[in-house]
């Protein structure tokens, strides 16, 4: 898109621009989401490490990450354009492509969520989805923190998904770790910078 308009004398006058103030990429659910799912994970993962015996606290922030992450996934089918699974998720074929790009010294240019990063979020739903069941479902045989369904189901169940939820919570915890370092990646190494448009929903073009 043209930066100047000529004047009828042939002088040029700056004209604002879509490649100076951006053009919307996240939208105001996705953005809130994010943030809320931030914060809420790490007070369910510092609680259920570090908190007191007794883990109301960290049931609460259990329930609020489930919260969010379901609607996320409602918002995956009926919101925005790139907040729709069916625009970001992709085959092998994309995915393997785009990996083969990632050393390009050049930013990605993607107006949404790239084929790699897609990865990423339909893993780590998942990956959230099994952990918050494996706390509801988990009974650690303490008359405590019992989880609110592990009444419904043996007590078998109730120990393996008490097995389960520990190291669900490393799994996410690596995940989480590689998500932080590909957004510095891109940052360093593709100059291109992620974390601004999740806040302002914005994403500057060339
Ligand atoms: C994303 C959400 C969650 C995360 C990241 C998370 C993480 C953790 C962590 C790190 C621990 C300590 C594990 C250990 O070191 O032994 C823990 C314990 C526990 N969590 Fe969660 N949790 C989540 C959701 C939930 C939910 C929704 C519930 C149930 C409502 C729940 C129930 C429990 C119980 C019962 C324990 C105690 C296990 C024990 O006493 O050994 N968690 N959680
Ligand atoms: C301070 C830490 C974090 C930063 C700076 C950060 C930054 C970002 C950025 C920049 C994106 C957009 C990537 C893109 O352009 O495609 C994103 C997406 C995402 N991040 Fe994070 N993130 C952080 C922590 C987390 C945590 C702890 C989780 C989950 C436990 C998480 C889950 C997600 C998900 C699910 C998306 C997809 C957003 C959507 O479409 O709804 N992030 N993050």
Known sequence: MSMVSETGRGRA?????????GVPVWDPVVRVLHWALVIAFAAAWGLGK???DQMTLHFWAGYAVAAIV???VIWGFVG???????SFVKGPRKVFGYAREMTSRRPSK?????PMGALFIVGVLIVLAMQILSGLLADPEDY????PLAQ???SDVARQALALHEPLSTLLLAMVAVHILSI???RLYKKEDLVTPMFTGRKKID
Request: no cysteine; charged share 10%; glycine share 8%.
């Open 50 to 52: 570090f908190g007191p």
């Open 184 to 186: 510095v990646f891109y």
């Open 13 to 21: 006058i700056p004209q604002p621009s879509i490649a100076a103030e």
């Open 144 to 147: 405590i923190n019992v989880g």
């Open 80 to 86: 925005s354009q790139t907040a729709r699974f069916t």
């Open 110 to 114: 993607t107006l949404g969520h790239n």
């Open 152 to 154: 419904y189901v043996s």
């Open 70 to 72: 379901v609607i996320r």
